[in-house]
């Protein structure tokens, strides 16, 4: 058990819909990233929060976004969904913002099939 | 551009043989290298990482890697497999430009025959 912790673990929704995954770090952890991991694109980093702020973005389409509350959890907003955004969705945490040392902690991830 | 490989896509073993799992990377500096694992249905699990120093590091699970330079790889070795390796490994390099996140390479999946 990582102490990263995500809901749902499981999602089904259809086509042009909008969902909300939420994810709470390591207690302590400042830094929360999202990850997308599909067969074809493998894992793919979306966005970085740290400490509320964004910190970098990777390839996070325009129909998605995120935030990271006063209490430091997070939520990846997907909306317009399509076919194509069927994928697990990981949360990472690390203490600091990270200049790549930091161990990154993974949830269990959320599984998102879009029908 | 970064990148990392990993040139196999599935490799089985017999239980109790000796693993290299292979990674290479594209990194313009000194990488930092991280090897995790995935079992099904799990999130990532850290095996061991690489920033700086003795180039043989040892990680859990009684997995190692071995950091080479002037090849560009960084290879995760375990002398005796277990039937509960069977997952996927994911090697990782970072950071990714001026971000902090992670590289990640497509990944293998390592099945153990009995």
């Known amino acids: 058990d990582s102490g990263v912790t995500q809901t749902p673990k499981h999602l089904i929704t259809a086509t042009g819909q909008r969902v909300t995954l939420r994810c709470s770090p390591r207690?302590?952890?400042?830094?929360v990233y999202w990850y997308q991991q599909s067969l074809d694109q493998g894992l793919q980093f979306l966005i970085q929060?740290?400490?509320?702020?964004?910190?970098a973005k990777g390839n996070i389409l325009e129909r998605f976004s995120a935030q990271q509350f006063p209490d430091l959890h997070s939520e990846l907003n997907l909306s317009s969904l399509e076919l194509g955004d069927s994928a697990l969705y990981f949360c990472a945490s690390s203490v600091g913002r990270s200049s790549g040392q930091e161990t990154q902690y993974f949830g269990p991830g959320t599984r998102l099939l879009v029908l | 551009a970064q990148s990392v490989t990993q040139p196999d896509i599935h490799i089985t073993v017999s239980e109790g043989a000796s693993l290299e799992l292979r990674c290479n990377y594209s990194y313009g500096a000194t990488p930092y290298l991280f090897w995790y694992v995935q079992s099904p249905g799990q999130g990532l699990q850290l095996l061991l990482k690489y920033f700086s120093g003795d180039t043989l590091v040892q990680g859990i699970k009684g997995f190692e890697a071995e950091f080479k330079r002037s090849q560009s790889s960084f290879n995760l070795r375990k002398p005796s497999v277990h039937w509960s390796d069977a997952a996927e490994y994911f090697c990782?390099?970072?950071?990714?430009?001026?971000?902090?996140?992670?590289?990640f390479g497509k990944g293998t999946k390592l099945s153990v025959k009995p």
């Open positions: 207690s302590g952890d400042l830094s």
């Open positions: 990782a390099v970072g950071p990714g430009g001026s971000q902090g996140n992670l590289i």
């Open positions: 929060y740290y400490n509320g702020e964004e910190r």
